[in-house]
């Protein structure tokens, strides 16, 4: 039988290891898996790859992550945010490595990992400091530049319900990175608010299919972000 | 003759009433964080403009109330925003595909410079030790069909923000369009820089004494 349902997010994020690549879905606080993050706070791995959106803010989900120096480097689009401090900090001191991708172009190097294509050639950054260094074709007198696929190790990601299939739907833009991380990486681990029913899920309108999905933890009550930093809130508590 | 007195020509809302009004019946549209927001509250009436928001929205409406915001439903500026009906709701590599597929109609900006050539640059003035951060800018220049710039046409220093050449690092060359400033509507084309429309006051010597870029009438 198949049932990707564990117990807890401890146990879903057991195996995670030193030096692994995780993404991270969330735009902000829409969509960020801040209770699986805290697993991963608690349970140890370091020397992480982290790809995803931002950074995190004030001292809780990624933001938490980083200030206990367990990324070695944040892939991502926009490293500063309202309230994100962490990041800024370390970089300024040179503790944390960034690779800026413009955020379209991050999204199609998650989307090109997962649909096993190495590569694409972009017209963004054309002509700027990020086309730097990398390899650039014409195609109908339009210049373009070769981005390479990203692959995670792990994928960490929040929708809004799934079956024991690993189906899922999600929640208005929480949605964002969520369904491309979920076929870019070797183990997609989701945090969702509902467990349905097979069959629940309308074929129609499920938007992962469970096939790229691995791990399904039931968090009913996640927290809001926002109202962590306003209460000044840390990880761990 | 050039004027010596600042001239301050048209308000911030005036600048985004003309951006509004440019916006065509039907079209889709970016628009950035800050002034250029102010535009989706003054399109003419009558036209019906879709609102794309690169997060994973098409069909975004104004603020929620005060008390009804949902921190999962949010514009690329993280501020708490509505769905009208009929809006719907994708993943980033689908928004980006309506963005770099050429699908969105009008993009409206803000710049710290515009080149003669068209050339922008929003987002880092290439400070040392500074944190750069691009988001989804390089890719709504290199994507959407109509960039629109709103911007001061001069710094808070008076430094002309339209410029021969960038001085800044670039978010992408020759993608702007069109410039709406508080002095003047400027297009760019091929050939040059051409003053649509002038502000009340301003002179065509005026407007050419507050910009570095040369302008053609």
Request: proline share 5%; with cysteine; aromatic share 8%.
């Amino acid at each position: 039988m198949i049932n990707k349902l564990v117990s807890s997010a401890k146990e879903a994020v057991s195996n995670i290891f030193d030096g692994a690549t995780i993404m991270i879905s969330g735009f902000g606080e829409a969509g960020s898996p801040i209770e699986l993050i805290h697993a991963l706070i608690d349970q140890g791995a370091k020397e992480l790859t982290i790809v995803s959106n931002n950074t995190g803010s004030g001292e809780v989900g990624l933001a938490a992550l980083i200030a206990h120096k367990r990324v070695k480097k944040m892939i991502c689009s926009f490293p500063r945010t309202a309230n994100s401090t962490v990041f800024p900090e370390l970089y300024q001191k040179g503790e944390i490595e960034l690779e800026l991708v413009p955020q379209g172009t991050l999204a199609e190097r998650i989307r090109a990992g997962g649909a096993g294509i190495p590569a694409f050639f972009t017209p963004t950054s054309v002509g700027t400091p990020l086309a730097q260094g990398k390899e650039s074709r014409e195609f109908d007198n339009t210049t373009y530049v070769m981005e390479k696929a990203i692959k995670a190790d792990f994928a960490f990601v929040k929708a809004k319900a799934a079956d024991r299939y690993g189906n899922l739907i999600y929640n208005k833009t929480a949605r964002n990175f969520g369904p491309i991380m979920c076929t870019a990486a070797k183990r997609t681990i989701v945090q969702v608010q509902n467990f349905v029913e097979l069959g629940d899920l309308d074929p129609e309108c499920i938007v992962t299919p469970g096939i790229f999905v691995q791990r399904v933890v039931l968090v009913e009550n996640p927290a809001d972000e926002s109202r962590l930093i306003a209460e000044n809130r840390r990880y761990p508590w | 003759m050039v004027e010596k007195t600042e001239i301050k020509g048209w308000s911030t809302d005036e600048m985004a009433q003309k951006v509004a009004f440019d916006i065509p019946d039907g079209a889709y549209v970016n628009l950035g964080i800050g002034i250029p927001e102010m535009v989706a509250g003054l399109v003419p009436e009558g036209r019906e403009v879709i609102y794309h928001t690169e997060n994973g929205l098409l069909g975004m409406g104004n603020s929620p109330e005060k008390g009804k915001e949902d921190p999962e439903l949010i514009n690329a500026g993280k501020k708490a925003v509505t769905a009208i009906p009929g809006a719907c709701y994708f993943h980033h590599a689908d928004s980006f595909t309506m963005i770099r597929g050429k699908h969105i109609d009008v993009c409206v900006l803000g710049a710290l410079q515009v080149a003669e050539n068209g050339d922008l640059a929003n987002w880092s003035t290439g400070e040392v030790g500074a944190i750069p951060a691009v988001g989804g800018a390089m890719d709504l220049v290199a994507g959407v069909k109509t960039i629109y710039v709103i911007t001061r046409h001069t710094t808070k220093t008076g430094g002309s923000k339209i410029v021969k050449q960038c001085s800044y690092p670039l978010t992408g060359k020759g993608v702007v369009n069109r410039i709406y400033t508080n002095l003047a509507i400027i297009d760019v084309r091929k050939d040059g820089l051409f003053v649509k429309e002038m502000a009340p006051g301003v002179s065509f010597s005026y407007l050419q004494t507050q910009t570095d870029a040369r302008l053609n009438q």
